[in-house]
Structure formats: structure tokens, C-alpha cells
């Protein structure tokens, strides 16, 4: 087994550099070929210097930039395609998780193509809890997709998805369209709790009126489309660390 570790970043000055090193040195920790691809995604705090500072001092990361904030969908697009391991996992670059804790998702890998976390339980606050409570329940009963937390930012999947799948959704949406399309090519999916911390630097853009209503935009957008692929259904369980 192969690895990669894909990291979308905007403006993650204060955690970019922390989130590549415990990369790194979960990669290693691992015993398994690996790769840290980094996604700055148009940042204006100087995430761009640290991540090429970092791949400058390791062969195993590579640093990727857009010219200009194009949207979390796209950056982690970015990342997801430009994978070369057999397996791809990704967190967001803001520390909320314990990157070591893929080693669970990974027990489950060979048998499932999709392995998504879900916090357990959710460190946010209560307003950002009850939204994304609300989008999973939302996204659940349009696409008939049974996923308790849809875009909790801990997966790992089969390379070979991103193979047959296009990527549309550019913000809130990408995470619902991938889990869809996958289950659609036939590939099954687990869920597995995974600890989640509060956020200590920057800023969460989650709640951003622009990013809700550009997720609602998209979420009329693809319907028709992702609906018709949600009635063909896949494999679920449930598993625990």
C-alpha cells in the first residue's frame, strides 16, 4: 500500500507548516511509500512561502498553488487528481484532526473504496454544528445518501475513483459529489469515528454567507444530475475504531 496525504489550504499560515511536518511524520510512522501534496488555494498570508519552504526541504511534499481563491472544491480537486498513491487520503491543513488517526481508516481500505470519518463528536460551535447537522440531513435526503457527518474533512480513498469520476462542485458541495459518484462506479463505503479538536489559528470559512449560498448555487446545479446516480446504491457500514 501507497499513500497520499492531500492538505487543501487558504490562508493557514499558522497551521500549514505544522500540518506538512505531522504529515510527514505520520508517512514515516507508517512504514509505506508517501506523498504530502499541499493546496494553497489563492492564500494572502504567506501559506504560499511556508508551503514551498517545505517542499524545499523534502522530496516527499509537493507544493501546489492556484493564482487566485477559486474555492474549497476546487483546491481539494486539485490535490485529489494530482495523487500518485493507490490511496489518497485528506484533512483540511487546520488541525482539527490527528492525522495519525488514519491508520484506523487504512485497516479498512482494502475493502472499501471510501473510508469517511465522522466526528465524534463534533468540537465546533453550536451554530456551525447545527448547520452542518442540517447539511448532512439535507444532502442525505436528496441523493439518498445515508453519511452521518458528509463533510467531515477525514477520508481516504481508492486512487482509482478519481479515474472515473469528474469533479464539478468548486465549494461546500465536493465532498457530497464525490461520495455520490464513487458509490455510483461501484465502489462501497464505511464510516469511522475520528477524534475532532477546536481550531486554535485562522479562521473557518465554513458559515461564510458567500460559501453557504455558492453551496446552494451548486446544490440546484447538480441535482438532476447526482440524483439520478444516487438511486444506485452501494455497500454502507458502520465501523469503529
Request: aromatic fraction near 8%; proline fraction near 3%.
Amino acid at each position: 500500500m501507497s499513500l497520499s496525504f492531500v492538505l487543501p489550504a487558504f490562508n493557514e499560515v499558522g497551521n500549514i507548516g505544522r500540518s506538512v511536518a505531522r504529515c510527514v511524520e505520520v508517512g514515516e510512522s507508517l512504514g509505506i511509500r508517501f506523498e504530502v501534496i499541499a493546496v494553497d488555494d489563492g492564500s494572502s498570508d504567506g501559506t504560499c512561502r511556508v508551503l514551498d519552504a517545505c517542499a524545499a526541504a523534502d522530496l516527499r511534499v509537493r507544493a501546489i498553488h492556484h493564482p487566485r481563491n477559486r474555492g474549497y472544491g476546487a483546491a481539494l480537486k486539485t490535490g485529489l487528481l494530482a495523487a500518485r498513491m493507490d490511496r489518497v487520503f485528506f484533512t483540511d491543513a487546520d488541525l482539527q484532526f490527528d492525522v495519525a488517526e488514519v491508520r484506523h481508516l487504512l485497516e479498512y481500505s482494502a475493502e472499501f473504496g471510501v473510508v469517511a470519518g465522522y466526528r465524534a463528536p463534533r468540537r465546533d460551535p453550536v451554530p456551525r454544528r447545527l448547520m452542518g447537522w442540517g447539511w448532512s440531513r439535507l444532502v442525505g435526503t436528496l441523493f439518498d445518501l445515508e453519511v452521518r457527518d458528509v463533510d467531515c474533512a477525514f477520508k481516504v480513498f481508492d486512487r482509482r475513483i478519481f479515474e472515473r469520476i469528474d469533479i464539478r462542485s468548486l465549494g461546500a458541495l465536493v465532498n457530497t459529489e464525490i461520495l455520490v459518484r464513487a458509490r455510483a462506479e461501484g465502489f462501497a463505503l464505511i464510516e469511522v469515528p475520528v477524534t475532532h479538536y477546536p481550531r486554535t489559528a485562522g479562521e473557518q470559512s465554513g458559515a461564510n454567507p458567500r460559501v453557504v449560498l455558492k453551496a446552494f448555487r451548486e446544490l440546484a446545479g447538480l441535482y438532476r444530475e447526482l440524483h439520478g446516480l444516487s438511486r444506485g446504491s452501494a455497500e454502507q457500514r458502520e465501523g469503529g475504531l
